[in-house]
């Protein structure tokens, strides 16, 4: 069964501290894995990661994907409030259009 | 139009009561995805519009669950009979063919 997992569930951090978040997948005939931040309800598009070593950044986040070890991780750097969210990690997979998800990072930034 | 909407943005219904939610996709997307978003957990993909191919349902929970795509545009997700496990927030997406997944904002839907 295609799974995706996340860690930690839940981080609690202070203002302009960095952050990373892990993704880890098992997918058969893997495609791509994504990233996207969830504030309310509509998950917006951050990070789209096909190939291994190649950091993709976006202001202060930055991510980047392990084929070998089937990993990736979502960085933030001086964290702001507004960066508090679920940030979820998904992979699509070759000749299936659906995204597995894993269950999500809940990330709290306290000021 | 200029991003994914749905409606209604809340739904309360009683238990075995049907309830059907609109998905307006992003104009031009061929590409319509329906998932469902349960308390502090991830998507899970439900079904799946692709043009004029056959939809891929695989992730339907019941037969209670089903939706249609009209004229390759706007969809409607419909449950029957529902049940208080079916309350959940229910999200679509739309893309390009095969490209990004751009997500509504969700219709929550609570089952007394």
């Known amino acids: 069964e295609d799974k995706v997992v996340q860690s930690p569930l839940s981080l609690v951090v202070h203002e302009g501290d960095t952050v990373t978040l892990n993704c880890s997948y098992e997918?058969?005939?893997?495609?791509?894995l994504l990233w996207y931040k969830q504030e309310k309800k509509a998950p917006t598009f951050l990070f789209m990661l096909?190939?291994?070593?190649i950091e993709k950044k976006s202001g202060r986040l930055s991510s980047i994907l392990d084929k070998k070890e089937l990993f990736s991780i979502l960085n933030i750097t001086a964290t702001q409030t507004g960066d508090s969210a679920i940030y979820l990690c998904?992979?699509?997979?070759?000749?299936?259009?659906?995204?597995?998800f894993g269950q999500g990072t809940r990330l709290t930034i306290n000021p | 139009g200029a991003g994914v909407s749905q409606s209604p943005s809340n739904k309360v219904t009683e238990k075995g009561k049907d309830v059907e939610l609109r998905c307006d996709p992003i104009?031009?997307?061929?590409?319509l995805y329906w998932y469902r978003q349960s308390l502090g957990q991830g998507l899970e993909f439900l079904i799946y519009?692709?043009?004029?191919?056959?939809?891929?349902k695989s992730g339907l929970p019941s037969d209670r669950f089903s939706a249609e795509r009209t004229g390759g545009s706007v969809s409607t997700l419909t449950i029957q009979r529902t049940q208080q496990e079916d309350s959940a927030v229910y999200l679509c997406?739309?893309?390009?063919?095969?490209?990004?997944?751009?997500f509504g904002p969700g219709t929550r839907l609570t089952v007394l």
């Open positions: 998904a992979s699509t997979i070759q000749g299936a259009q659906k995204l597995v």
């Open positions: 997918v058969t005939n893997f495609r791509s």
């Open positions: 096909t190939s291994s070593g």
């Open positions: 104009s031009g997307h061929t590409a």
């Open positions: 519009f692709q043009g004029n191919s056959a939809p891929d």
């Open positions: 997406a739309s893309s390009l063919n095969f490209g990004t997944q751009y």
